[in-house]
């Protein structure tokens, strides 16, 4: 399985960004697919996941702004309210039935005050 990520660039406190992850490849060993997020000099963090029965999981941090959906191929982060502390690299995962983690490629979002 292979993941390309698009979307991201720059908006201000309080505007809106979507963030999107193709997956490719045997896309049948797909389980959870999601978003992490890692700012600056700090640790790689969930942002959203949705496995492939449709339950979501949310940081506590975007609870309310971030909304993730997805299909057999695709998964949406949609960002609304963004923060300056949202700014970060995201990165698009996949966990597969097997267990593999498979990671996409970062894309920077950044929020200016």
């Known amino acids: 399985v292979q993941l390309q990520a698009s979307g991201g660039g720059v908006v201000q406190d309080g505007g809106f960004l979507s963030l999107s992850c193709a997956a490719s490849?045997?896309?049948?060993?797909?389980?959870?697919m999601g978003w992490y997020r890692q700012a600056p000099e700090q640790r790689r963090e969930l942002v959203a996941l949705?496995?492939?029965?449709?339950r979501t999981t949310y940081a506590d941090s975007v609870k309310g702004r971030f909304t993730i959906s997805r299909d057999n191929t695709k998964v949406v982060l949609r960002m609304n309210d963004l923060r300056p502390e949202d700014t970060a690299v995201y990165y698009c995962?996949?966990?597969?039935?097997?267990?593999?983690?498979?990671w996409g490629q970062g894309t920077l979002v950044t929020v200016s005050s």
């Open positions: 995962h996949t966990q597969l039935w097997s267990g593999t983690v498979v």
């Open positions: 949705a496995t492939t029965g449709g």
């Open positions: 490849g045997d896309i049948a060993t797909i389980n959870v």
